[in-house]
């Protein structure tokens, strides 16, 4: 016997400046393990704080096989994620990390529903997302941070500058 959908939706207007962030770690190499779960617990923890801004933190399995898993985030508006990620120890985070990946691939993709979307993919081998259908470009200079990827460029700098990162 057919069953009627019950089809609901949101009212999203009292978020007119919603960010939604997909994110991902994916292992490349045995050792990666390691460090896939050293991050998890990281900011499961983080996480736990109830950063300000953050309305909601989902888990997301992508493949077990290569393994990469992640999150999907909900942030209040740009200024508080971007508050968080130049927060310690986020930044301290970020900065080991793309110092040595320790066998992982990192990966984001932002959504904004003022407009604008964007994404980074640090040692992640074959595209997924974004670049597998738009192609994968060098992040450096306007496409180096994501605030300025998104087109908000009154939002600052990065979390770290390309000095930070290619001449330290």
């Known amino acids: 016997m057919p069953t009627r959908v019950n089809r609901q939706t949101v009212d999203l207007s009292a978020y007119p400046d919603l960010m939604v962030l997909y994110l991902g770690m994916r292992v490349n190499r045995l050792y990666g393990i390691r460090t896939f779960f050293s991050f998890g617990r990281k900011i499961s923890e983080s ?5 300000d801004g953050l309305l909601l933190h989902e888990p997301v399995y992508y493949s077990f096989f290569p393994m990469n898993m992640g999150m999907r985030q909900y942030w209040r508006d740009l200024p508080s994620l971007l ?3 130049r927060s310690e120890p986020h930044r301290e985070w970020w900065l080991d990390f793309l110092r040595d990946s320790g066998g992982t691939g990192f990966w984001h993709e932002t959504y904004s529903i003022r ?22 470009g060098r992040a450096r200079g306007p496409m180096f941070g994501s605030a300025a990827r ?19």
């Open 115 to 136: 407009g604008g979307m964007e994404a980074v993919y640090d040692d992640v081998p074959k595209p997924l997302g974004f670049g597998r259908f738009a192609g994968i």
């Open 150 to 168: 998104l087109g908000r460029t009154e939002h600052g700098s990065p979390v770290l500058s390309e000095t930070d990162l290619y001449e330290s």
């Open 47 to 51: 996480v736990a704080g109830k950063p």
């Open 83 to 85: 508050a968080f990620a």
